[in-house]
Nanobody, 127 residues
Framework: VQLQASGGGLVKEGGSLRLSCAAS??????????LGWFRQAPGKEREFVTA????????YYTNSVKGRFTISRDNDKKTVYLQMNSLKPEDTAVYYC???????????????????WGQGTLVTVSS
């Protein structure tokens, strides 16, 4: 399984970006994955951002992005999205998508829970 993340870039504080992560698997297989986004800021450890279960109604966000970020998935396109609004300089990081085959409502929050990882896309928020 390959995950290809895209959509990163340079944006001013308060701006928006939408990240995408496309999977190279069959649609049926993708629908059985829980998906997550993590990020790693310079000099810091990788941290959990958000996850979505096999059901789109099952999502979980770290506190610092609640109300600003939205995760969604399109099984037909085999893609998970991260809509980021009201961006702050502290959101600057390399963002990684991840996937794991799991049960319907499971939204993993630790990186060791995930099996597959994308290559990362850089988001830079200027003040």
């Amino acid at each position: 399984v390959q995950l290809q993340a895209s959509g990163g870039g340079l944006v001013k504080e308060g701006g928006s970006l939408r990240l995408s992560c496309a999977a190279s698997v069959r649609t049926y297989t993708f629908s059985r994955y829980s998906l997550g986004w993590f990020r790693q800021a310079p000099g810091k450890e990788r941290e959990f951002v958000t996850a979505i279960g096999r059901s789109s109604s099952s999502t979980y966000y770290t506190n610092s992005v609640k109300g600003r970020f939205t995760i969604s998935r399109d099984n037909d396109k085999k893609t998970v999205y991260l809509q980021m609004n009201s961006l702050k300089p502290e959101d600057t990081a390399v963002y990684y998508c991840a996937a794991v085959g799991t049960i319907m409502t499971f939204t993993p929050t630790t990186d060791t829970d995930y099996t597959y990882w994308g290559q990362g896309t850089l988001v830079t928020v200027s003040s």
